[in-house]
């Protein structure tokens, strides 16, 4: 089983709709959690880290996390066209082994004009 | 700002071949990352380095090699190159191994 488990696989909201990603990991080692956003054709991007328990906003994009269930959500409100992406939550811990980033399968999010 | 270089942007190799592939980075960044990608789906570690003639094996190191010839410098060779393998080779840095990752474009290798 993947230590990062991403859901859905694909999602598709209107243009200057709400979309929402998942993220849960089986690992409770986990404590530092990014979002990673990849266009086509291009080497991801990182949008956002989060480190503490409940919300960080920056623009139109807010994650949340909650260590007690091992779980990360990304929100991006008014969606657009240039969102339409491949979204990846990673997560690693703070100990010298899992010091390294763990990748979730990704989310493929498609805004429709 | 900085940027990560890698080269060649696409490679077609034959089966068995030794491939290499070079990545470069003006960050300064200690730490660097070899991940493949298979078909838009998640990444996988197969190298990394801490720091200078430091090397690491990822989760998918078998058949593979990386060197660390220096700072800003990371190659990746696919020591037997597998037939009708396809796949996007992402190359990253980070000031230090818990920091945010900056990726390059990808090399996307395809064997015939």
């Known amino acids: 089983q993947q230590k990062v488990q991403q859901s859905p696989e694909s999602l598709s909201v209107p243009e200057g709709g709400m979309a929402s990603l998942n993220c849960t990991s089986s690992?409770?080692?986990?404590?530092y959690f990014w979002w990673y956003r990849q266009h086509s054709g291009e080497g991801p991007k990182a949008l956002m880290?989060?480190?503490?328990?409940g919300d960080k906003k920056e623009g139109r994009f807010t994650a949340h996390l909650n260590k007690a269930s091992l779980h990360v959500s990304l929100h991006i409100r008014d969606s657009q066209p240039s969102d339409s992406a491949l979204y990846f939550c990673?997560?690693?811990?703070?100990?010298?082994?899992?010091?390294?980033?763990?990748f979730g399968g990704g989310t493929r999010l498609t805004v429709r004009p | 700002g900085g940027i990560i270089t890698q080269t060649p942007k696409f490679l077609i190799g034959q089966e068995g071949q030794k491939l290499t592939l070079k990545c470069q980075q003006n960050?300064?960044?200690?730490?660097m990352y070899w991940y493949r990608q298979d078909s838009g789906k998640g990444l996988r570690l197969i190298y990394y380095?801490?720091?200078?003639?430091?090397?690491q094996k990822g989760d998918l190191s078998e058949g593979y090699d990386a060197s660390r010839e220096k700072k800003s410098s990371f190659s990746l060779t696919v020591t037997s190159a597998q037939k009708n393998e396809m796949a996007v080779f992402l190359c990253?840095?980070?000031?230090?191994?818990?920091?945010?990752?900056?990726f390059g474009p990808g090399t996307r290798l395809l064997v015939l």
């Open positions: 990253a840095s980070s000031i230090h191994i818990q920091d945010t990752q900056y």
């Open positions: 990673a997560a690693s811990s703070n100990n010298n082994a899992g010091a390294k980033l763990t």
């Open positions: 960050f300064n960044h200690d730490t």
């Open positions: 880290s989060i480190f503490s328990d």
């Open positions: 690992d409770r080692n986990f404590q």
């Open positions: 380095s801490i720091t200078e003639n430091d090397l």
